[in-house]
């Protein structure tokens, strides 16, 4: 299972920007997908998680009202569409998958993980 992320860039504060990741492979149905970031200098952290099963949804306290995952069965895609953005929303996004079940702000979750889209906002 490959995890292919996309749509980072530059954004002014306030802004916004949707990203993607699309999971391709071998048939993959997975158990939740996430987004997690990593500053410089800092530990990597949830972003928000979604379930495939009943979509239900997680997010980290920094990013509520802000920021909304979404996902499409058909492509085995989830989508996170960021508004408000701020300076410390700055950040490598790494989206991830797993299969099993469990907390889905857990990183040790999940055993597929993107290559990271770089987010930069400027004050």
């Known amino acids: 299972v490959q995890l292919q992320a996309s749509g980072g860039g530059l954004v002014q504060a306030g802004g916004s920007l949707r990203l993607s990741c699309a999971a391709s492979?071998?048939?993959?149905?997975?158990?939740?997908m996430a987004w997690f970031r990593q500053a410089p200098g800092k530990e990597r952290e949830f972003v928000t998680a979604i379930r495939w099963s009943g979509a239900s949804t997680s997010y980290a306290d920094s990013v509520k009202g802000r920021f909304t995952i979404s996902k499409d069965n058909a492509e085995n895609t989830v989508y996170l569409q960021m508004n408000s953005l701020k300076p410390e929303d700055t950040a490598v996004y790494y989206c991830a998958a797993t299969a099993r079940g469990g907390a889905t702000y857990w990183p040790y979750l999940y055993e597929y993980w993107g290559q990271g889209t770089q987010v930069t906002v400027s004050s």
């Open positions: 492979g071998r048939t993959f149905r997975p158990y939740a």
